[in-house]
């Protein structure tokens, strides 16, 4: 069973920024993507950012795409969600997903809070 292990997440003020990590229980590249995904209180969880087995990486839209960046580590089987200039629209529990063809894995989430 693949776990999913996020961390890194926190209290911060607008403007700052927060790495959140994503640790594997095995060999990432054996993915064919993971991601991270967000739920903000009362909604729905959504799409945040991906990156493929190749590198190729996703973001939910432009302006995720310009303040947050996924990369991936794959001597320590983990992923990062680099967030900068965060907004108090960005709190939310956020969760890392590895997809293996059909089926997809979840991490328990890590609570992200901006607030000043």
């Known amino acids: 069973q693949v776990q999913l292990v996020e961390s890194g997440g926190g209290l911060v003020q607008p403007g700052e920024s927060l790495k959140l990590s994503c640790a594997a229980s095995e060999n990432i590249f054996n993915f064919n993507a993971m991601s991270w995904h967000r739920r903000a209180p009362g909604k729905e969880r959504d799409f945040v950012a991906s990156?493929?087995?190749?590198?190729?990486?996703?973001y939910a839209d432009s302006s995720t795409e310009g303040r947050f960046t996924i990369f991936r580590d794959g001597t320590k089987n983990t992923i990062y969600l680099q967030m900068n200039n965060l907004k108090p629209e960005d709190t939310a529990v956020y969760y890392c997903?590895?997809?293996?063809?059909?089926?997809?894995?979840w991490g328990q989430g890590t609570q992200v809070t901006v607030s000043s």
């Open positions: 997903n590895a997809n293996i063809f059909s089926r997809h894995y």
């Open positions: 990156i493929n087995v190749g590198g190729r990486t996703r």
